[in-house]
């Protein structure tokens, strides 16, 4: 083998690791398909990212769908881990606030990997009554500022959990539908 078949060699498995790499981390900038009843509130949630200059898109890469659809009785929407559902059945199209309050709710589950937050009103509460909605407009600017104030980064939840555990702290995970009253 010449000197320049070596080089040429070196060349092509150089270009084809590239190649595999940047196929490999494609999904990390894809858009979930956004219901277009939902656009406008996700387009706000990515707006408000953009401005506190969160890197949204990492966080919502394993989302594949936003929809605007049937769910269960009981649920304003619900996080599925790659599928975000806003409940057709609970929300009227043209209650634009609440679908965007449902929205930022499920996408800080999907996305910011958040639990709910019991303590006051905020976007993270688990119940949240129908009658408590025009409290969350009127103070939506402070709930939104609560809302994004608590991201981490992946790499700083990790480090938070790993904190968590060595405390042995009792958390509760996992918890990802926004009911409209509580269960009995």
Same mark, same amino acid.
């Given at each position: 083998?010449t !000197?320049?078949?070596?080089i ?20 990390m900038?894809?858009?979930? @398909?956004?219901?277009?009843? +939902? $656009? &406008? ?8 990212? $953009? +401005?506190?200059?969160? &890197?949204y ?12 659809a049937?769910?269960?009785?009981? @649920?304003?929407?619900?996080? %599925?881990?790659? $599928?975000i559902?806003?409940?057709? &059945?609970?929300i009227?199209?043209?209650?634009? %606030? ?5 929205l ?7 996305? %910011?990997?958040y639990?709910?937050?019991?303590w006051?009103?905020?976007?993270m509460?688990?119940? +949240?009554?129908?009658?408590k909605?025009?409290?969350? !407009? @009127? ?7 609560q @809302? %994004? ?5 992946? $790499?700083?939840?990790?480090?938070? !959990? ?5 405390q ?15 269960s &009995?």
């Open positions: 083998m !000197q320049d078949q070596k040429i060699s070196y060349l092509i498995v150089i270009i084809f690791t590239i190649l595999i790499l940047i196929g490999s981390c494609s999904h900038f894809k858009k979930p @398909y956004v219901d277009p009843m +939902l $656009k &406008n509130a996700f387009d706000e949630w990515v707006d408000q990212c $953009k +401005l506190r200059n969160i &890197n898109k990492r966080d919502i890469a394993k989302i594949d769908s936003i929809l605007y049937p769910l269960e009785e009981g @649920y304003w929407g619900q996080c %599925f881990g790659n $599928k559902i806003i409940n057709e &059945n609970a009227s199209p043209i209650d634009l %606030f609440t679908l965007k309050l449902v930022f709710h499920e996408l800080g589950h999907c996305a %910011f990997k639990d709910h937050f019991e006051g009103e905020d976007i509460i688990s119940v +949240l009554p129908e009658e909605i025009i409290m969350y !407009q @009127y103070f939506w600017v402070i709930l939104e500022d @809302y %994004f104030i608590r991201y981490l980064t992946k $790499k700083e939840r990790r480090k938070l !959990q790993k904190r968590l555990e060595k042995d702290c009792f958390c509760i995970l996992n918890e990802d539908k926004l009911q409209v009253k509580e &009995n």
